[in-house]
C-alpha cells in the first residue's frame, strides 16, 4: 500500500515561488514513477508534470514548462515540484500520485488512468 501525501501548497501573488512536496510511504522499490495532476474548479483534472524513479525521463504539460521542475528524491520516497512565475490560472488543487507497477513507457506517466495511488491534494491558490 502507498499512501502519497502533499504539502506546500498555500496563498501566493502572481509571478511568486511555491514549493510542493509528496512524500510516499512505501518502498522506494515498489515506485516506478511519480507525477503531479491538478484540478480548478469546474475543470477536469489534468497533467502537470512526472518523472520516473530513475530520474532519467521526466515530462511537463506545456503550460508549466519553463516555470515548473519536478524532481525526485529516491532515498526519502519524495517528489517535489519547484513552480516559479505563477500565474493565476496555476490556481488548482494539486494532486500527487504513484504508479506502483512497471511501465511499458515513460510517457504513460502523462496520463491519470496509470496511477496506482493518490495523494489528497494540496491547495495553490495564486492571486492576481
Not at 516506478?32 to 477536469?44: I, L
Not at 529516491?74 to 494539486?94: F, G, H, I, P, W
Not at 512497471?102 to 510517457?107: D, E, H, K, R, Y
Amino acid at each position: 500500500q502507498v499512501q502519497p501525501v502533499e504539502s506546500g501548497g498555500g496563498l501566493v501573488q502572481a509571478g511568486g515561488s511555491l514549493r510542493l512536496s509528496c512524500a510516499a510511504s512505501a518502498d522506494s522499490l515498489g515506485i516506478f514513477g511519480m507525477g503531479w495532476f491538478r484540478q480548478a474548479p469546474g475543470k477536469e483534472r489534468e497533467f502537470v508534470a512526472a518523472i520516473t524513479r530513475s530520474g532519467d525521463s521526466f515530462y511537463y504539460a506545456d503550460s508549466v514548462k519553463g516555470r515548473f521542475t519536478i524532481s525526485t528524491d529516491n532515498a526519502k520516497n519524495m517528489v517535489y515540484l519547484q513552480m516559479n512565475r505563477l500565474k493565476s490560472e496555476d490556481t488548482a488543487a494539486y494532486y500527487c500520485a504513484v504508479r506502483s507497477a512497471p511501465l511499458i513507457m515513460s510517457t504513460q506517466l502523462k496520463y491519470d488512468y496509470y496511477y496506482n495511488y493518490w495523494g489528497q491534494g494540496t491547495q495553490v491558490t495564486v492571486s492576481s
